[in-house]
Structures are given as C-alpha cells and as structure tokens.
C-alpha cells in the first residue's frame, strides 16, 4: 500500500577467523587485515550504508561492496538478496564486533523503502547519514564525520528527483548513479550540513511520489 515501508534486512552474515592468503590476496587485503565478515541483505543500501556504519564501531574497513545484478526482486537464490559486502580486521573480535553492529543496525528499523501506490510496484528509499565513516570518506572524497544524503528511486524518478533535490537544497552533488544501475534503478549521493540533507531527502522523496501520482507527461 501507499506509504508502506519495506525495511532493510541482512539475509546472509558470516564470518572467517584467518583467510587465506590466496583469498586474502585475491580481496586486495592488507597484511594486517587477517578476518573478515561477508554479509548479503535484500536492499544493497543497506550493504553500503550499514558497512559504512560500521567502521565507526570496529576496527574495521568495508573492503568488497557489489550490488547484484537487476535487484533483489530477481535474486537467483535465497540468500544473494540485492549487495554484498566484505569487512575486513585485525582479529576475529574486531570482526565479530563489526558483525553485530551490522545486526544492531539492522534491528533498528532505520534504513527502509518507501512505496508511492498501492501494490509498492513504486518505491524509494532515502536516508540522511549525519556522520560519513571511512567508507564513504574515501569514496567520495569527503571530509570523516561530514553529512551524506542518500537518495534511489526508480530510472525516470531517479532523474527527475535529483534535479528537484539539487534545487531545494544547498546539497552538493556528490555521486550520480544513473540509471540503470546494476539493480536498475537510479541514485543520487548529495553532502552538506545535515540540515541540508534532509531537505534533500525530503525533496527527493516528493518528487518520487509526483511522477508516481501522475504517470504522464509534463
């Protein structure tokens, strides 16, 4: 139904004490990162988001992140869900730490879609980041603790929200991830004070909902 809220939820959490060198080689992994957590969840935001979360609670690095190809709506098997992710530490404690921070995160009920109609065959998702960990610092070459506003909708939506966003904010465009994506959707990563980024998000968020509303041309 309209305004329903499809919520984030990890479908696969494991960890490894020790990789192997040739693992740990084929990861791109420092000598000094020993363990890793490898998680899937039925959003691939969350995989980002929630990995990036968690290098501010472990002593850990988000070293592998991939969405799945055409969504978690079209996923081959019960657990591959819409992303994947790899964190990689020192130890198997910093590692198991970082695993139940992605839990804790996930508990929280925090990072979900939002659908536009009644079937939820139109959805978006955005979410205001009010503090970046090292994942998002390096990736988008923003200051650590500086405000991310994260924003996916549909191809169409996508597009036309981004500019509606970037117009009712002081948002600067970060990243956009033109549609389709690997999940066929379209993104937009906007930074600023966190004032800032929940104006765009809220921007965001209405312009989904006027292209759903009115399915023509304007």
Known sequence: MKNDKIYAKMLSCYTIARVTDALAKALELREDQKSICIFTANLD???????????????????YVKSMWAGGGNA????????????????????????EALRDFEN???????????????????YCISSVGSYF????????????????????????????????SNAKLVLFMGPPTETNWG?????????????????????????????ICI
């Open 108 to 126: 929280s009920h925090i990072l979900y879609g939002t659908s536009c109609n009644e079937d939820d065959s139109i959805c978006y998702l955005t």
């Open 137 to 168: 610092s390096k990736a988008f070459n923003i200051p650590l603790g500086a405000s991310l506003s994260w924003n996916g909708a549909p191809p169409v939506e996508s597009v036309f929200a981004t500019d509606t966003a970037l117009k009712a």
């Open 45 to 63: 935001d969350f995989i980002y988001i929630a990995g990036d979360d968690t290098t501010k609670k472990a002593d850990v690095e988000l070293v």
């Open 76 to 99: 081959t098997s019960l657990l591959q869900g819409e992303g994947i992710g790899i964190l990689a530490g020192p130890d198997i404690a910093q590692v198991r730490a970082a695993a």
């Open 187 to 215: 993104a937009a990563l906007l930074t600023g004070t966190q004032a800032d980024c929940v104006t765009a998000n809220a921007a965001w968020g209405r312009a989904v909902q006027q292209v759903a509303d009115q399915h």
